[in-house]
């Protein structure tokens, strides 16, 4: 049996989902204001429509506005920057998503600094990228701020925690780096360049897995009692005499075997994911009372 404790992402997103619901009625009680989320989609990627469809169901049940953009794999760059033009005046929308990854025909960098820094619920614009990370208040991306929370459900204060993440994007590996900067932890950002990365991991008391590689981190990688985030969401196959071509889901982490070391692990599924649309409404119910100038609930 494993000796780490399981920390369960979907309940807990299932109360954060619950609190910024009641938040978002007592906005609308108190000033009429619905906090509204415009999530556009180009193209017809299978894994972005469920992700789409599951993003406006969310909104929907916690009593926000959802404005749903479809747009055909054609659109051109011109008329999606349009689209988001019209989305940062209207006065409905607080937050705007444009579901990633985009056609090749048009540039994501370009789509994503036209948006509104205000309305960017991902976090992903640069100058909520420069306010991540000089302390401002911004929107902060929704893995990471999820990550944070679970985090800090388990152990309040972080303060002088040593912490590794493992990978360095902009959508996971950077900004999280810096939320545990904010939480005063000494941290170590690690990569496929990085010299002997099990002697790395196993000084982390902290250690925030998201390099999109099925079980790369070993169980001996683990300091004992460590924290454990895994943000990897992989599909492998897992064939069965009845289904050859079946598959299951694991994440970064070899979770077995680090929940053997552990004090605490996300597993996968269960963990990261749900926080990560949870977050997306939070971030929309923040926007929308920065934008209207009415005091930000805590949630």
């Known amino acids: 049996m494993s000796k780490a404790k399981v920390i369960d992402g979907k309940a807990f997103a299932e109360g954060l989902r619950e609190r ?20 556009v989609l180009v193209g017809e990627d299978p894994a972005s429509q469920v992700y789409v469809r599951n993003k406006s169901r969310a909104v929907q049940e916690a009593g926000m506005a959802s404005f749903d953009h479809r747009l055909p794999a054609t659109t051109g760059e011109a008329e999606l920057l349009d689209l988001v033009k019209r989305l940062n005046r209207d006065e409905r929308v607080h937050g705007i998503l444009v579901q990633l990854p985009l056609p090749k025909q048009i540039n994501e960098a370009a789509v994503l600094a036209a948006i509104d820094p205000d309305k960017d619920v991902d976090g ?19 893995t990471p701020a999820g990550c944070i929370m679970l985090l800090k459900d388990q152990k309040p204060d972080l303060t002088g925690l ?7 994007s902009n959508i996971v590996g950077k900004p999280m780096a810096q939320l545990l ?3 005063n932890c000494t941290v170590t950002v690690a990569h496929s360049k990085t010299r002997d990365l099990p002697g790395e991991c ?11 590689r099925p079980r790369m981190v070993k169980g001996d990688w683990i300091k004992p009692g460590a924290l454990v985030i895994d943000v990897g969401i992989n599909r492998v196959p897992a064939p069965t005499p009845q289904d050859p071509n079946k598959t299951r889901l694991v994440g970064d982490v070899d979770y077995e075997a680090a929940a053997a070391v552990a004090g605490a692990i996300t597993p996968v599924p269960g963990g990261v994911g749900p926080m990560t649309i949870a977050c997306l409404l939070r971030n929309t119910l923040i926007a929308a009372c920065r934008l209207q100038g009415v005091a930000v609930p805590a949630v």
């Not at 910024?20 to 999530?39: I, M, N, Q």
């Not at 992903?124 to 929704?142: E, K, Q, Y």
Request: charge should be positive; proline fraction near 3%.
């Open 20 to 39: 910024v619901g009641r938040e978002a009625a007592a906005l609308k009680a108190r000033h009429g204001l619905v906090p509204g989320l415009a999530v």
């Open 124 to 142: 992903f614009h640069v100058i909520n990228v420069g306010r991540l990370s000089t302390g401002a208040d911004g929107l902060v991306p929704c």
């Open 162 to 168: 040593n912490a590794l993440v493992l990978g360095r």
């Open 181 to 183: 900067l904010r939480e």
């Open 202 to 212: 196993r000084r982390a008391d902290i250690l925030v897995a998201a390099v999109g």
